[in-house]
Nanobody
Framework: EVQLQASGGGLAQPGGSLTLSCAAS????????LGWIRQFPDKELEVVSC????????WYSDSVKGRFTISRDNAKNTVYLQMSSLKPEDTAVYVC??????????WGQGTLVTVSS
């Protein structure tokens, strides 16, 4: 059974930080690109970040570039998203998925991030 269990969301103040984790199981984690996709309250989707399995290369949307950092620990089958300088517009459900875009093979339930004073 494939699982992508995201955690670490919660309430943060503007300018604050959160780190999200996604624990994967049921597939060969080391061979898959892993990314974070967020769904805003209006249901719009945005690919936030991607970590490539082949070489560890990273990609970020313009909206989070310089503020978020994606990383992975293949030994722990876990991908992370370090979020800093948070803005109210970052409020969304953050979903861990593979691949990072296009038709998805795997995805999790996501974790809610709320940025508010």
């Amino acid at each position: 059974e494939v699982q992508l269990q995201a955690s670490g969301g919660g309430l943060a103040q503007p300018g604050g930080s959160l780190t999200l984790s996604c624990a994967a199981s049921g597939f060969r984690f080391i061979d898959y690109d892993l990314g974070w996709i967020r769904q805003f309250p209006d249901k719009e989707l945005e690919v936030v970040s991607c970590n490539r399995a082949q070489n560890g290369g990273t990609w970020y949307s313009d909206s989070v570039k310089g503020r978020f950092t994606i990383s992975r620990d293949n030994a722990k089958n876990t991908v992370y998203l370090q979020m800093s300088s948070l803005k109210p517009e970052d409020t969304a459900v953050y979903v861990c998925a593979s691949p990072c875009n296009g038709p998805l093979d795997y995805w999790g339930q996501g974790t809610l991030v709320t940025v508010s004073s």
